[in-house]
């Protein structure tokens, strides 16, 4: 079956750590994202990628760093610089023939501070 | 601020009964589209309206577009307890490349 895996399901940052979520997929999809989700705060993205090797900030990026080395792969770096890393983390992944095609999202990764 | 904005927040009927769910959004969208995220879990996506249409089905669900009040709406007829989850709109703005914004969600609860 075709989709998005995310892992791990829960991840544990202590201070000063940088921790990197997975984020793969076999939908052949071009577009990648990563979102954030807080509570009461809906999702707001950090960055996305179109195409292998090319990335773009979202509207928070402070704090995260990303790499698109492979078509499947796009995995999230919280780094020590993002303060308030504790949040639910979705992988989404779309289409790119036309505009603002579905997207696909993985079951998420929770992270919490130690 | 978010682009869309859903209303109400939070919304609880009894099973058999239907719930309307609205959105509303700021600026000129190619399409709209709607979510559901069942707790703890990632967004399924359940239908895309495009601008240039007004209404949208897909077994239980229909959706209107009202681009002159920049507005939608998505009701679900004969709710079932297993619809029990959160409900977000997400816009695709125009010029935007492939990104959407998305509200802020409505919590949906079905009582048995």
């Known amino acids: 079956d075709g989709g998005i895996t995310q892992s791990p399901k829960y991840l544990f940052r202590k201070e000063g750590q940088n921790v990197t979520l997975s984020c793969e997929q076999n939908?052949?999809?071009?577009?990648m994202y990563w979102y954030r989700q807080d509570p009461g705060q809906g999702l707001r993205l950090i960055y996305y990628s179109q195409i292998v090797n090319d990335f773009q900030k979202g509207d928070i990026a402070e704090g995260y760093s990303v790499s698109r080395e492979k078509k499947e792969s796009f995995p999230l770096t919280v780094t020590s610089a993002q303060k308030n890393p504790t949040a639910f983390y979705l992988c989404?992944?779309?289409?790119?023939?036309?505009?603002?095609?579905?997207?696909?999202f993985g079951d998420g990764t929770r992270l919490s501070i130690l | 601020s978010q682009q869309g904005e859903e209303d109400p927040q939070a919304l609880s009927i009894q099973e058999g009964e239907n719930a309307t769910m609205n959105c509303s959004y700021k600026?000129?969208?190619?399409?709209l589209q709607w979510y559901r995220q069942n707790s703890g879990r990632g967004l399924v996506h359940l239908i895309l309206?495009?601008?240039?249409?007004r209404e949208k089905h897909s077994g239980r669900l229909r959706v209107t577009l009202d681009t002159s009040k920049k507005s939608s709406s998505l009701l679900i007829t004969a709710s079932r307890a297993a619809d029990t989850a959160s409900y977000f709109c997400a816009t695709g703005l125009t010029g935007a490349n492939s990104k959407l914004t998305f509200g802020k969600g409505i919590t949906l609860s079905v009582r048995p």
């Open positions: 939908l052949n999809h071009d577009a």
């Open positions: 309206i495009r601008s240039n249409e």
């Open positions: 989404a992944s779309s289409i790119i023939t036309g505009l603002h095609q579905p997207q696909h």
């Open positions: 600026t000129s969208i190619n399409n």
